[in-house]
């Protein structure tokens, strides 16, 4: 649901009816994860989308039932090798869905609204619904706060809200939307209920140093991506607002000072373009003794080899030198800056989720492999 926070966030607004169907599991190579979400209004109107086209049709006429007799249901869609022309997900993948009716009068719209609100101004958010359980429980929802505060129940007593607002705390902290199996009781024992956890963090950032034409690429393709994207150099000629209207940010200043008081987190990208020994040396000292998740730097394989002896030389280690990504991309044969920021992408991405860089044609390895929308066990 929080993925479509935005066009939710008008509908409570305007104080429509929806019901929303929200994955809750995937199997096997299905196309989207858990967290993602399909609305449909009074009118029919529908936003979103949980499969990427294979069940979106009945996946919406489940949601037209859902508003029209008020209850919640979970639907599981998967390949019928028996009726290949069936409703299910022709990747051969199974899809576990929530729909639950958010009618203009619902009991648990407050904490609705407010977590869609909170969603859509980038405010660290964990919407807590009952994907599995009791009867009458299923799709109760609980809001959880980053500072830990919460509001509304999921209606199985006070023990279950705090091991829910427990484990969605701990999901929120990893930026992570998952399952968590509890016990009636409230106990972390699996067994009996199926919480959804649905975590909605600020963007990622992705930080370019080197206010170059390649960065203006990299720029657009990190909004594709999602990112929140800065461009730092300190060169104020090239460092301009009018060369990066892109950007969130153009930052003046000397890269490694930026870098040492700026934030990051386990999910942030630094993108080393200025290939000039004075700034990138300087700044990868710094970036590769940082918790990130990516630290690239582009130049020759010459270059590289000349900036890997200049970084030895300032005591950096091994260990830190193994973590940079040198000369930066995939190789797609890239010439143009454009195709250079696409291979950068593609190495990002690959690096996100574990992925080979090889062509999909002729390997067998799974196509949707990202674990962190995985189950996650109680008091993982």
Do not use: N
């Amino acid at each position: 649901m929080l993925d479509i926070a935005g066009a939710l966030r008008r509908w409570t607004d305007e104080g429509r009816s929806f019901a929303v169907a929200t994955v809750v599991a995937v199997g096997g190579s299905a196309p989207r994860g858990p967290g993602a979400a399909l609305a449909v209004d009074s009118d029919g109107t529908a936003v979103g989308s949980v499969s990427g086209g294979c069940v979106e049709g009945a996946v919406y006429d489940l949601c037209l039932r859902a508003l029209e007799d008020g209850e919640a249901v979970v639907e599981e869609f998967g390949y019928s090798d028996e009726d290949a022309f069936a409703v299910g997900l022709t990747c051969g993948g199974t899809l576990q869905v929530l729909v639950v009716p958010v009618p203009a009068d619902a009991p648990d719209r407050a904490r609705v609204a407010e977590a869609l609100a909170r969603a859509d101004r980038d405010e660290p958010t964990a919407l807590v619904r009952v994907a599995r359980g009791p009867a009458g429980l299923l799709g109760r929802a609980l809001l959880v706060r980053a500072d830990g505060s919460w509001a509304g129940g999921l209606g199985g007593g006070a023990a279950l809200d705090r091991t829910a607002v427990a484990e969605a705390r701990a999901l929120l902290d990893a930026g992570r939307t998952g399952t968590v199996e509890v016990s009636e009781d409230g106990s972390r024992c699996p067994g009996g209920v199926t919480l959804l956890v649905e975590s909605s963090t600020p963007p990622p950032r992705m930080i370019v140093f080197g206010a170059v034409d390649f960065a203006a690429a990299l720029v657009r393709t990190g909004k594709l991506l999602g990112y929140h994207v800065t461009v730092c150099d300190a060169r104020a000629v090239f460092a301009t607002r009018a060369r990066f209207p892109e950007a969130d940010e153009v930052v003046v200043d000397w890269p490694h000072r930026y870098l040492r008081s700026t934030a990051t987190d386990a999910r942030t990208v630094l993108c080393v373009l200025t290939h000039d020994a004075k700034f990138d040396v300087p700044v990868l000292q710094v970036a590769l003794r940082l918790p990130v998740a990516f630290v690239g730097a582009m130049g020759s394989r010459r270059t590289h080899e000349d900036r890997a002896r200049r970084l030895r030389a300032a005591g950096v280690t091994e260990a830190e030198l193994a973590r940079l990504r040198s000369p930066i991309g995939l190789d797609l044969g890239a010439r143009t800056p454009e195709e250079t920021a696409l291979s950068i992408a593609a190495e990002i991405v690959a690096a996100r989720h574990g992925g080979t860089g090889a062509p999909l044609t002729g390997t067998r390895a799974p196509i949707h492999r990202d674990g962190r929308d995985q189950p996650v066990a109680a008091g993982a």
